[in-house]
């Protein structure tokens, strides 16, 4: 079996991401979203995929339209606003898909700052929301700090336990840098690794390196299979699992969501809506101090690190980031490498929507050139 990169990018076709996004939009729209909602998944998606997350891209588009037709999620929501201030919402997604109650969300949150500094929106009564750095990375284009975290069903045991019952529970973080620069954008899953690259590692048929899970006697695995049958282990032991617990209280217990075994899981689940929780927050460093003299502090700093000298086994200091901004370039110009079965998956599910043969063509797109060495990763999700 072949075995997975950091990003869980696999070799093969580079698939165009323009052609890509604009099938995954005909496939949700198929499905029953909107044009623009099927837009916004399509297009988050997509930059999932350009950033090296694969786990989190367009590998996901059957599941969420498998739940789609299930009426699992409503492709015509409509979400509520259930309390506000004017640093804070709590909306109720009306069992939306999460990326586009997400988007509303960080945008909600991103207004609110700009107004009076902080915003922070919590959400409940939705669905996986994909790649978190998409929403922080949303507040740094705007000039503000950015936090985000979403519950997830049970994955992970809790430090010195056998059984799951945290989920991967993500976090991330964006903060602005000066015009020109890239922003700093952190976004890691408090397990080992998101099990969304397990899942991915499984529809391969690919192992997965040693220390990522444990099969269903608590034993260490390689085995995908055995691992998505039994847990996946905290990142940093304790840490980890101190961190899903936060992660949990914010996005589950703050919204009034699910949290952990309470909540349904995405796959091999045919009966019953997630129920998922979400938390955002943006803050406008102007509170503090001049933005521009912020920025300028951020870039300092990114300077000294940059400077640092590389330990043995690594090419340079990479801010968070950055070896997904690198990857993201690569693959705008050679193209997205989609597995055999993740083109095939997407095959299926145009066809199965009623999609023409030709409306899929871009699978079939010339092969990229290798990729470039592969940069320390800023990203653990």
């Known amino acids: ?30 499905a029953g979203l909107t044009g623009p909602d099927a837009d916004t998944v399509a ?16 590998s996901r588009t059957a599941i969420y339209v498998e739940r789609l037709g299930q009426g699992l999620i409503a492709a015509r929501p409509k979400p509520r606003t259930l309390t506000q201030t004017p640093v804070s919402a709590l909306v109720d997604a009306g069992n939306g898909h999460g990326i586009v109650a997400a988007e509303q969300a960080m945008r909600t949150a991103v207004a609110k700052a700009e107004e009076s500094g902080v915003g922070m929106v919590a959400v409940r009564n ?4 994909g790649m978190l750095a998409h929403y922080t990375a949303t507040a740094a284009r705007a000039g503000l700090i950015g936090f985000a975290t979403t519950s997830a069903p049970a994955a992970m045991a809790p430090w010195g336990a056998k059984e799951p019952f945290f989920g991967t529970n993500p976090l991330s973080y964006a903060v602005p840098t000066p015009p020109g620069r890239a922003d700093i954008v952190f976004d890691m899953a408090t397990s080992h690794v998101a099990k969304g690259k397990i899942i991915l590692a499984h529809k391969n ?9 444990l099969d269903a006697e608590g034993r260490p695995t390689t085995d995908s299979g055995a691992a998505l049958a039994g847990t996946v282990l905290p990142l940093g032991g304790p840490k980890g699992s101190g961190l899903a617990l936060l992660v949990d209280v914010l996005s589950g217990l703050l919204s ?34 001049p933005p521009e003299e912020f920025t300028a502090r951020v870039a300092a700093l990114a300077d000294e690190l940059a400077a640092l000298p590389a330990a043995e086994g690594h090419r340079r ?29 997407l095959r299926a599910t145009a066809g199965a929507l009623g999609l023409p043969a030709d409306s899929w063509a871009v ?3 010339p092969a990229a050139p290798a990729a470039p060495p592969a940069a320390e990763p800023g990203t653990a999700r």
Do not use: K
């Open 1 to 30: 079996m072949s075995m997975p990169d950091a990003n869980g990018a696999t070799d093969g076709p580079g698939v165009d991401p323009a052609g890509l996004r604009d099938l995954v939009a005909r496939i949700f729209t198929a």
């Open 126 to 129: 939705s669905n996986h929301c």
């Open 43 to 58: 297009d988050h998606l997509v930059q999932a995929d350009l950033r090296g997350v694969d786990s989190h891209g367009v």
């Open 205 to 213: 048929g690919q192992d997965i390196p040693l220390g990522w899970a």
């Open 317 to 345: 200091v990479y801010l968070p980031g950055e070896p997904e901004a690198e990857r993201a370039e690569h693959r705008r110009a050679h193209g997205i490498p989609l597995s055999p079965e993740v083109r095939a998956e």
């Open 363 to 365: 699978l079939d797109g």
């Open 256 to 289: 009034g969501a699910h949290y952990g075994p309470h909540i349904p899981q995405l796959y091999n689940n045919p009966d019953r809506p997630q129920g998922l929780g979400h938390f955002f927050l943006a803050l406008a460093p102007g509170v503090f101090a």
